[in-house]
C-alpha cells in the first residue's frame, strides 16, 4: 500500500472521482426502482411429488402393490434425502425429498426430470387398473395474489364463468406467471334410475352405459373422394343438448322406450363434491395467481389494481369480485417498514457522526453513507438479489458497519490536522496508516459472515442475502473512505492554528486520563483480569444452555390458518358442515378483515414459507385476517377453546405464519419401524408420556384410527352358479352406488361427463343396500342373496417414510415454550422408552428441531473455512503468529454479552442468531487488528512496551468505540422486527461487551504474552 496511495490519486484526480459518484448516484437510484421486490426471498423447494390412484383398492393394498414399488425405484434418485408417502384407500401420494447439502438449486429440474424418466419405467409394472403414476414438480408456486368472487344469486358455474373470463384479462398482465382457479365445481349429467325399475326392464348397468355411449360415440365415419372435393359424411343423432339424451331410444323387454321415461336426468354438480372455497361465509370461486421469478410484485400489484377497477365494472348486477390475499400490499407494507427503519438508523449514525466528530468532520462521514447505499443498489441489480426482509435487514445492519472506515480515516486525518499536518498530507498520511488495517478489518468483518453466504440448505439459502448485501456495502465503504472521504475531508476540515499545544493536551483530558487508571490497573493486575476473563466466558456458555432455542420466530402478520381434520374418511359433506358451524361460531363480534376457508383441500400457498396441504375429504383449511396482532392472538384463543370444547371429534391446529421455513406442530417426533401395529402401539406409548408433560399440548398422531367400512363376504359357489364374477359384480356395484363416467356431452368448448348410477333413495339408503338387484346371467337377484353383508374397519390412512411404516406424534406447546426447546425436552424425556425399543424400531427427531439441527451442521462446516481465512487476512496484516492468536482469541469475547442480553431480553436463540454469533467474531476482530497495529506502531516509534500498549489503547479508544457505537445503535430500529429483533440485540449486546473487553482485555493478554514489565 506504501507505493500505490490512492488518496493522493483521489486528491489529484478530483473531478474523475466527482463524476464517479454522481454516475453511482444516477444508477444507484435507477436501480433501486429496477430492483424486484417480494416479501421473503426465493429458496428451491426439492420436493417432488408422485400420485398415484387404483380404485377399489384398500390403503393396505396401495401401500403394498403401487406404494412400495415405486419407493422401490425412486430410491436410486440422485441426491435423495429422504422418502414420505402416504396411502389412502384407492390413492397414494409420494413425496421425494433431495439432500439440501448435495444437490444445488440449478440441479434440482434435471434431477426431477430423471425421477421422471424412473416413474415412467415402473409405470408397467403397476398391476392392472392403476392411473398414473404423475409427477408434480411445481411443488413451490406461490400465490401471493387470491381474489374470491361471490354471487349468492348466482350458480358455482356461472361464477367459474367469470371467473375464467377475468383469468384470460389478468393473465397477460406482465409478469404474472399463472392463475389457477381454486373452488371449482365439475358439472355432471346423471342419469339415475330407481333400483327395482332397472330390475323391472331387465336392464343391467353395462347396458345402459352401452346405449348412451355407442348413441354418442365420436368417431369418423368416412370421405367420399370426388373429382373436385372431399366430401366428409356426418352422422346425426349426437347429444347437442340435454334434451337429445332425454329423447334417446332405450330397447328393454321388448319395447322401445324414451330414457327420460325411464331414468331422472339432471344437469349437476360433481357428487361428492370437489374441493370448495368459502369467503366470508360465501361459496366463492378463488383467482389465485402467482409472480414470475424476479418480478416486482409491487408493480404487479399496481398494474392488477387497475386492471381489476375496469372489471369490476363489468361485472354482473350481485356479483363482487374480493381481495383474499394482497402480497403487494404486504410488501409494499414491508418495504416501508424497512425504508423507516434504515432512515432512523441513518438518522442515529449521523447523530453519532456529528456528536462525536463535530459539525464538519461529521458532514464528511454523513455524506458517504447514501453514496455506498446507492452503490450496494447497484451491484445488487447486477447480481440479481432481490428487495426482501432479509436483503433490506442486512443493509440495516450494514449500515452500522459502513461507516467505520469512514470514521477512522476522518479521525486520523483529524488528529494529523490537528499536530499541524497540512490537508494534504493528513489526507495522504491517513491512507498510508490505516488503508491497510481497515481493509483487513473489513474483509475480516466479511469473513465473519461466511457461514450465512456459503452454507447448504433451505434455511441458509433463504438468509444467503445476508452475506452478499454486507460484503458489497463493506467494500465499497472501503473504497469510499480511501477516495471519497479524504477528498470531502480536504475540503470541509481546516488545520489547526495552534498545532503545538492541541499535540500535548488532545490525549490528556479527563476522560482519557480516567480510561488510562483503568487499563492500568488491569495490566497491573493481569493474573486477576485474565481469570476474571476466563470465567465470564465459561458462565456465558453456561447461560446459552439456558436462553430459548428457536429455529425461526413466528411472524407478526395478522393471519391465522387453522387445520381442521374430522375422522378418516368423513365425507365432504360431513367435513363442509362442521366448518360451517366453527367458523360462524369464531367469527361472531370478531373484529376481522376477512376470511376465507377451504373445505376438501388447504390453502393456496400465499407464502413461500407456508405448508402446502394436499386434498383430503376430511380436511378443512381456515385463513382468518384479523384487524391487528392483538386481535388475531384473542381469536386464536378462542378458537383453541372452541376446538377444545365444542368439536371434541375434530383435531384441529391453530397457528400463526413464520418468517422461515416452518412445519404444522412445533414439536413432532417419528415413531418409525417394520410392523404397522407395532409402530402404532409405540407411537401409543409415547402419546401417553407427552400427555403427562405439562409445557405441551394437544397431542395426536397423524394417523392412528381405523375407517369403518362394509365388507361383502361373497358366497362363491352361489355366485358362480349365477353366473356372477367378482370383477362384474364389483364393476356393477360401482356404477349403480359411485356412477360410472358412460359418455361425454361436448358444449362450446367444455366437455361435460354423462354418469349413470342409482337414484339417491336407493343408493344412499344403507338399510336398503342388502336389497340392491345386480344382475345375475339373465336377470336379477338381491345383494343379500350372495353376499354377507357386515360392518368391519381397516387402514384409512398409511404413512411411510424410507420405505418403512411411520406414525408422526405432534403437539403444540404452551405459551411462552418455544418449539425447539419443547421437542428437544420431548424427547430426552422418552430416553427410557427409546432404549427398549425392539430391534429395527426407532423414536427420531422431527420438524423445526430436526432441520435446526440440519442447518447448524451445515453451518459449522464452514466455520473451519471462515477461521480460515480470518487467518490468514491477520497473517497478512499482522505477519505474527503469537499477535495474530491473541487477536483470534478476542473473538469469543461477543458470547458474554450476547448470553447475558438474550436473558435480560427472553430473546430466543434461533438460527439467525447463532449466524450472527459467528459473524460478530469477524466485527470483533476488526477492532483487534486496529489496536494490534496501533500497539506496533508506537513499539516501533521507540517507546516502552508499556507506554506502547497503554498509548496504542488511548489513541484507538475514541475511533473504536465510535465504530461501535455506530453499529450498535444502528440495531436500534430492527429491535422491534420479528425476524431481525433477536439478530439485533444479540449483535448490540454482544459487540458492547466485546468493545470494552477489547480495549481493556487485549492489552492485558498482549502484555501477559510479552511479559511485558510493570512500570
Known sequence: ????????????????????????????????????????????????????????????????????????????????????????????????????????????????????????EIKYTLPAGVNGPFCNDRFDDVFGCIYALTGPDYSYEELREEAERIRRLLVNIPSVKKIELQGVQTEKIYIEMENAKLAQLGL?????????????????????????????????????????????????NGQSLRLADIAKINRDYSDPADPKMFFNGQPAIGLALSMDTGGNIIKLGKNLDNALSKIKEQLPAGMELDIVANQPEVVQQSINDFVRSLAEAILIVLFVCFFSLGVRSGLVVALGIPLVICGVFLVMKLLGIDLHKISLGALIISLGLLVDDAIIAIEMMKVKLQEGMERFEAA????????????????????????????????????GSIFWVITIALLLSWIVSVLVTPLLGYSLLKSSSDASLIKNDIYNTRFYNKFRIILIWCLSHRKKVLIGTLAAFIGSIFLMGIVKQEFFPESSRPEIVIDMRLPQGA??????????????KLTMDAELTNYSYYVGKGAPRFILTGDAEFPNTNLVQFVIVAKDVAIRDKLAKKARELLSTEFPEVRGNVKFLKTGPSYPYPVNLRVTGKDHDQVRKIAEQVVGKMNHNPIITDVNLDWSEKSQILKLEVDQDKARMLGVDNQTLAANLQGLLSGAAIAEFREKDRTIGIVFRLDQKSRNNLSLFKDINVPAGNGYVPLAQIANIS???????????????????????????????????VYDSLAELRA????????????????????????????????????????LQIQNIPKMLLTLLTAPMGLIGVSIILLLTGRPMGFVVQLAILA???????????????IEKHTEAGEHPWDAIVNAAVSRFRPIMLTAAATILAMIPLVSNDFWGPMAVAIAGGLFGATILTLLILPVMYAAWYKVPYR
Not at 365425507?571 to 360462524?584: C, D, G, M, N
Not at 460478530?920 to 496501533?934: C, E, P, T
Open 1 to 120: 500500500m506504501g507505493k500505490i496511495n490512492l488518496t493522493e490519486w483521489a486528491l489529484k484526480h478530483k473531478q474523475v472521482v466527482y463524476y464517479f459518484i454522481i454516475i453511482i448516484f444516477i444508477a444507484g437510484i435507477s436501480s433501486y426502482q429496477d430492483l424486484g421486490r417480494m416479501e421473503d426471498p426465493d429458496f428451491t423447494l426439492r420436493l417432488m411429488v408422485v400420485s398415484a390412484s387404483w380404485p377399489g383398492a384398500t390403503a393396505r393394498q396401495m401401500e403394498e402393490q403401487v406404494t412400495d414399488k415405486l419407493e422401490r425405484r425412486l430410491q436410486d434418485t440422485p441426491g435423495l434425502d429422504y422418502i414420505m408417502s402416504y396411502s389412502t384407500p384407492g390413492q397414494c401420494i409420494i413425496y421425494v425429498a433431495l439432500k439440501e447439502d448435495e444437490v444445488k438449486g440449478s440441479q434440482v429440474r434435471q434431477t426431477w426430470f430423471e425421477v421422471r424418466n424412473m416413474v415412467e
Open 204 to 252: 343391467a348397468p353395462s347396458d345402459m352405459m352401452n346405449a348412451v355411449y355407442n348413441h354418442n360415440v365420436m368417431s369418423s365415419s368416412g370421405m367420399i373422394e370426388t373429382e373436385t372435393s372431399n366430401l366428409h359424411l356426418r352422422i346425426s343423432g349426437r347429444f347437442d343438448n340435454l334434451e337429445d339424451l332425454k329423447n334417446m331410444p332405450i330397447h328393454a
Open 428 to 463: 495522504c498520511y491517513a491512507y498510508r496508516v490505516t488503508s491497510f488495517p481497515m481493509l483487513t478489518g473489513t474483509l475480516i468483518t466479511c469473513a465473519g459472515f461466511i457461514p450465512m453466504g456459503f452454507s447448504e440448505g433451505t434455511a441458509s439459502e433463504f438468509i
Open 571 to 584: 365425507s365432504v359433506k360431513a367435513t363442509e358442515r362442521e366448518a360451517k358451524r366453527f367458523i360462524e
Open 791 to 825: 360392518y368391519a374397519a381397516e387402514e384409512g390412512l398409511i404413512w411411510r417414510r424410507d420405505l418403512q411404516p411411520t406414525i408422526t406424534v405432534q403437539a403444540n406447546t404452551i405459551e411462552g415454550i418455544l418449539s425447539n426447546d419443547a421437542t428437544q425436552a
Open 836 to 875: 427398549e425399543l425392539p430391534s429395527g424400531y426407532s423414536i427420531d427427531i422431527g420438524g423445526s428441531l430436526e432441520m435446526s439441527l440440519k442447518a447448524n451442521g451445515w453451518v459449522m462446516q464452514l466455520v473451519p473455512v471462515m477461521i480460515l481465512a480470518i487467518i490468514t487476512l491477520l497473517m
Open 920 to 934: 460478530l467474531s469477524g466485527i470483533i476482530m476488526r477492532n483487534s487488528v486496529i489496536l494490534i497495529d496501533q
